[in-house]
């Protein structure tokens, strides 16, 4: 089995860099359906993002939007830039029940 240490800061306004700019995810909807592409710093920076806000903000209705580049805007508050052509994402915090419990 492989395995790898990943350090992860709980620092507020600590966004991993990727020299190349590289972290790019396009997300697309697709009749009833959602999409997510994402390069393999994309998928790292959101993991370690995800992480974070776990640890750090997670309170039932927090929330954080992800909009799509645009000419003179790029932000990765997720860890990743959003491609020009993505659908905005909002990702929210919610204490749910059991799958179990859903489920009925």
């Known amino acids: 089995m492989r395995t790898i240490d990943i ?3 709980l620092t ?3 966004i ?3 020299p190349n700019k590289d972290n790019v995810g396009l997300v697309e909807v697709l009749n009833n359906r959602v999409m997510i592409t994402l390069s ?3 998928m790292i920076g959101l993991g370690k993002q995800l992480i974070k806000l776990a640890y ?3 309170q039932d209705g ?3 939007h992800v909009d799509p580049c645009e000419e003179g ?3 990765q508050p997720m860890g990743f830039y959003s491609h020009p052509k993505s659908a905005e994402i909002i990702i929210c915090c919610s204490e749910f029940e ?4 859903c489920m009925k």
Do not use: L, P, Q, W
Request: charged share 30%; proline share 0%.
């Open 62 to 64: 927090y929330h954080v």
């Open 7 to 9: 350090n992860i800061s």
């Open 40 to 42: 393999r710093n994309a």
């Open 56 to 58: 750090t903000n997670f």
């Open 12 to 14: 507020d306004g600590d």
């Open 98 to 101: 059991s799958i179990d419990k």
């Open 73 to 75: 805007y790029t932000s």
């Open 16 to 18: 991993d860099e990727f």
